[in-house]
Nanobody
């Protein structure tokens, strides 16, 4: 049973930075791609960024491209989302996600608020 536990986030200011991390347990972390999703109030959950199992390929939503960076440390079973140049529209609950076999695994999600 894979568990994803998130940390970081909280309150940030427009133009500022925040970092979110997610630590996985119960599986072989280096065997699966990792993603971050977010869900803003009243909106659908959307994919923010994905990183392949070895970290060689990353993909980003157009809305965060050039501002957010996803990375991973397979030795620590951790994936990180570095969020720079924050905007108020980045306010959302952020979720760590992995698809392993036929199952979806989600972190509990934590709120990131961008406000002055």
């Amino acid at each position: 049973q894979v568990q994803l536990v998130e940390a970081g986030g909280g309150l940030g200011q427009p133009g500022g930075s925040l970092r979110r991390s997610c630590t996985a347990s119960g599986g072989t972390f280096s065997n699966y791609d990792m993603s971050w999703y977010r869900q803003a109030p009243g909106k659908e959950r959307e994919l923010v960024a994905t990183i392949t199992r070895a970290g060689g390929i990353t993909n980003y939503a157009e809305s965060v491209k050039g501002r957010f960076t996803i990375s991973r440390d397979n030795a620590k079973n951790t994936v990180t989302l570095q969020m720079n140049s924050l905007k108020p529209e980045d306010t959302a609950v952020y979720y760590c996600y992995a698809a392993i076999g036929y199952r979806d695994y989600w972190g509990k999600g934590t709120l990131v608020t961008v406000s002055s």
